[in-house]
């Protein structure tokens, strides 16, 4: 019964693969989101999508793409990955009147 | 531009100490403020919120300080337990359901 799932937890490709990110939620939230968060601990969003809509996309480099076939989704999708890429994403949703985000427990993605 | 960050890195007390983490933000703007605590291979979760309306918010075992003349955020944890041991970032909104995070504090609890 986990609020928001993120698959894989892991995940260790080469440089210039393609990989896939999904994430669910189940608390009927209108918005879910991606964030990033580096070796250093900081935390910064990706991208945000309101029921579908992308609503936020935070200069990411086009080889990220999210897409979410329908509010209770949203997958990130990386072309050509770059050692740079590899950092731990993490999936969140929340309702549309607040703030009151719920986190996924994080991919951690490592490229070599 | 926005950004919101901590003074201290690491911050180490003993089991039963009060805790102090302390956070600076620069957006004037932002109007909604929340810590959150990330354990070791884990999601951050959401521990006490605060509008700007407020200067104080209390909940269990932890207190939320606003002031906004210097623009700076603290969260007080009392009795702080090896439990409590983790990240700790504040947040800042910034509109269009969008958070800000600062750059984390670890706090380490010794028993």
């Known amino acids: 019964d986990t609020a928001v799932s993120q698959t894989p937890k892991y995940l260790v490709t080469q440089m210039g693969n393609d990989k896939s990110i999904k994430c669910e939620q189940n608390?009927?939230?209108?918005?879910m989101y991606w964030y990033k968060q580096d070796s250093k601990k900081f935390l910064k969003i990706m991208f945000s999508?309101?029921?579908?809509?992308?609503?936020i996309n935070e200069t990411v480099p086009n080889r990220f793409s999210p897409k979410s076939p329908d509010k209770a989704h949203l997958n990130l999708h990386i072309n050509s990955l770059e050692l740079g890429d590899s950092a731990v994403y993490f999936c969140?949703?929340?309702?549309?009147?607040?703030?009151?985000?719920?986190f996924g427990s994080g991919t951690r993605l490592t490229v070599v | 531009g926005e950004s919101v960050g901590l003074h201290l890195p690491t911050l180490s007390v003993q089991e039963g100490d009060n805790s102090i983490i302390n956070c600076a933000y620069s957006n004037s703007a932002s109007d909604y403020f929340i810590w959150y605590k990330q354990e070791s291979g884990k999601g951050p979760q959401f521990i006490i919120d605060i509008r700007s309306n407020m200067d104080k918010r209390q909940g269990q075992r932890v207190t939320v300080l606003l002031n906004k003349t210097v623009k700076h955020l603290s969260l007080q944890i009392a009795a702080t337990q090896p439990g409590d041991s983790a990240v700790y970032f504040c947040a800042e909104s910034s509109g269009f359901q969008k958070l800000v995070f600062g750059t984390g504090t670890r706090l380490l609890v010794s028993p």
């Open positions: 999508y309101n029921n579908k809509e992308l609503i």
């Open positions: 969140a949703s929340s309702p549309l009147s607040n703030y009151g985000y719920t």
């Open positions: 608390l009927g939230h209108d918005t």
